[in-house]
Nanobody, 124 residues
Framework: QVQLIESGGGLVQAGGSLRLSCAAS????????MGWFRQAPGKEREFVAS????????RYADSVKARFTISRDNAKNTVYLQMDSLKPEDTAVYYC?????????????????WGQGTQVTVSS
């Protein structure tokens, strides 16, 4: 079992930055691939970024490439999402997810565990 707790969301002006954190419980964190997804009101949950178990491989949605950076610290059982140059269209609830397969996945079906989400609001 893996429990995920997101933090770091909030209100920021367009062009600003936020860093999201996702703290995971369990001794097997370092074997899990991790992902960030987001869901805006009235829309489906969509892929944002993912990182493999070792941190050597990452993957991004086209909409966030060159603005967002995913990273992980296996010693701290934590994955991060650094979000720069934020836009109003980035407003959503952001969810952290863990995949026991260990790789970088864009599809929700590959993730076994989900956090409760943290709200990010970008004002124009």
């Amino acid at each position: 079992q893996v429990q995920l707790i997101e933090s770091g969301g909030g209100l920021v002006q367009a062009g600003g930055s936020l860093r999201l954190s996702c703290a995971a419980s369990g001794r097997t964190f370092s074997s899990y691939g991790m992902g960030w997804f987001r869901q805006a009101p009235g829309k489906e949950r969509e892929f944002v970024a993912s990182i493999n178990w070792s941190g050597s491989s990452t993957r991004y949605a086209d909409s966030v490439k060159a603005r967002f950076t995913i990273s992980r610290d296996n010693a701290k059982n934590t994955v991060y999402l650094q979000m720069d140059s934020l836009k109003p269209e980035d407003t959503a609830v952001y969810y952290c997810a863990a995949s026991s397969y260990g790789g970088t996945y864009a599809s929700r079906v590959n993730y076994n565990y989900w956090g409760q989400g943290t709200q990010v609001t970008v004002s124009s």
